[in-house]
């Protein structure tokens, strides 16, 4: 499941960059100054990025993903949630229990119906993005990896997502 850890786009012998390399510079190019997103990546495997304009996260707490696919082995999860969202997803067990981070397409204000409980995070906010190679625990880790320069999990399938696992967690608290 690891990919190159090259997080620059590099064409070898006039072949196009690799997948995990032009979504890496896609990401990176969120900020001002994408070397800058290169050098923590190599430095310390997680870049911090800004949202908003490239790409938005939708914080989800590990506890409502775990109820929505009904596992709690890493690697299910992962299929699980690549199947569910189509898009990257990130985890950080940094905080108890952990979190996990959808990253989606720009929603340009349109209404986001569980702030409350599963926050989307946009312009303003800064998310730590780890190295694509980083797949697995410990630290900050891709669950299911950027495909290609632009793969983000579409808004509405997020929300559909918090809401089913809202239902479960709902029902199993009866």
Same mark, same amino acid.
């Given at each position: 499941?690891?990919?190159?850890?090259?997080?620059?786009?590099?064409?070898?012998?006039?072949?196009?960059?690799?997948?995990?390399?032009?979504?890496?510079?896609?990401?990176?190019?969120?900020?001002q100054a994408p070397e800058q997103a290169r050098r923590e990546w190599a430095d310390t495997g997680v870049a911090l990025?800004?949202?908003?304009?490239?790409?938005?996260?939708?914080?989800?707490?590990?506890?409502?993903?775990?109820?929505?696919?009904?596992?709690?082995?890493?690697?299910?999860?992962?299929?699980?949630?690549?199947?569910?969202?189509?898009?990257?997803?990130?985890?950080?067990? *940094? +905080?108890? $229990? /952990?979190? &996990?981070?959808?990253?989606? =397409?720009?929603?340009?204000?349109? @209404?986001?119906?569980?702030?409350? %409980?599963?926050? *989307? +995070?946009? $312009? /303003?906010? &800064?998310?730590?993005?780890? =190295?694509?190679?980083?797949?697995? @625990?410990?630290?900050?880790?891709? %669950?299911?990896?950027p495909r290609f320069p632009g793969d983000l999990c579409e808004p509405a399938t997020v929300e559909a997502l918090i809401?089913?696992?809202?239902?479960?967690?709902?029902?199993?608290?009866?």
């Open positions: 499941m690891s990919e190159s850890t090259d997080t620059e786009p590099s064409t070898g012998s006039g072949t196009s960059p690799t997948p995990a390399c032009a979504a890496a510079d896609f990401l990176a190019r969120s900020q990025l800004p949202l908003g304009h490239r790409f938005e996260a939708a914080r989800l707490p590990a506890r409502l993903v775990l109820a929505t696919v009904c596992t709690t082995d890493p690697r299910q999860t992962a299929v699980l949630l690549g199947r569910a969202l189509n898009g990257p997803v990130i985890f950080d067990g *940094r +905080l108890m $229990g /952990g979190t &996990y981070y959808a990253l989606m =397409r720009p929603s340009a204000g349109q @209404p986001w119906k569980y702030q409350d %409980v599963a926050p *989307r +995070l946009g $312009g /303003g906010n &800064y998310l730590g993005v780890p =190295r694509m190679d980083r797949t697995e @625990p410990p630290g900050t880790h891709w %669950v299911v990896a809401g089913f696992g809202l239902s479960i967690t709902q029902e199993a608290e009866l």
